[in-house]
């Protein structure tokens, strides 16, 4: 797929180590634009790490990250989401005091056009962005099945909705990149079917998709996947690739 799209996301030469460990090593990979890209390797491999790294939460000891060919090793995360780069969290993350249709609104910030002043002032312009905020929002619990539970305090819903909120929300703000950072994590079989629909759905929509996860099941969806082991690419290609891989056999599989 990257011979025919640009590449949206390219990390060239990763390292990252914690006290005397090394947990990245030289870790390059590309994410071409429209393709669902996947990042697999087993517990301890450097996941996270280089989740953490591309996303803005971990700057990398070497090597750097590129975003529509704009180095932005040294932008933070506020700054890679205002470019379109949107992540969702393994353990669901919302905000458990707001309703579900509040934490919909708020995936829309970047898109916000009034500022602090009209906002205190209630302006017609922080208005506009409100009602906006608002139907993005709704529309987007149409679209994930969320509409009956828009007045519910996203808090006191189960694991599963929480991150069907957590994924509307990502959407709601029209992310050039989602990052999914184990999303089938504490699903159920009949919800991880379902979050498999939606991420082939939204790229087919032209959504480009990070997609890490340790479920081989759901790398399924994965045009081009990268294993990662202890801190190194050890094997790039599709999934049949991947799968008759003796390497990856070996390391992640423990045939």
Request: glycine share 10%.
């Amino acid at each position: 797929m990257s011979a025919m799209h640009p590449v949206l996301l390219a990390s060239q030469g990763l390292g990252h180590a914690f006290g005397g460990l090394k947990v990245l090593r030289d870790v390059s990979f590309q994410v071409p634009q429209g393709s669902i890209t996947g990042l697999i390797g087993p517990n301890g491999s450097g996941k996270t790490t280089c989740f953490n790294i591309l996303s803005g939460y971990l700057r990398p000891a070497t090597g750097t990250v590129q975003f529509a060919g704009e180095d932005i090793t040294g932008a933070s995360v506020r700054q890679r989401a205002l470019r379109g780069m949107v992540r969702t969290f393994q353990a669901p993350q919302v905000f458990r005091q707001l309703t579900v249709l509040e934490n919909l609104m708020v995936g829309g910030y970047r898109h916000v056009r009034s500022g602090p002043l009209a906002d205190m002032l209630r302006l017609a312009a922080c208005r506009r962005d409100l009602d906006r905020l608002e139907a993005d929002g709704r529309a987007m619990a149409r679209r994930f099945g969320l509409t009956p539970l828009l007045d519910r305090p996203a808090g006191t819903l189960p694991a599963g909705q929480m991150r069907m909120v957590e994924l509307a929300r990502a959407c709601v703000g029209q992310p050039r990149l989602l990052m999914l950072d184990e999303p089938s994590s504490g699903l159920s079989a009949p919800e991880i079917d379902t979050l498999r629909e939606w991420i082939v759905q939204l790229n087919a929509e032209g959504m480009t998709i990070l997609l890490v996860s340790h479920d081989m099941g759901l790398m399924t969806v994965a045009h081009e996947v990268n294993v990662l082991y202890f801190g190194d690419i050890i094997a790039t290609g599709d999934m049949a690739d991947i799968q008759a891989n003796p390497r990856v056999r070996d390391a992640y599989l423990g045939a």
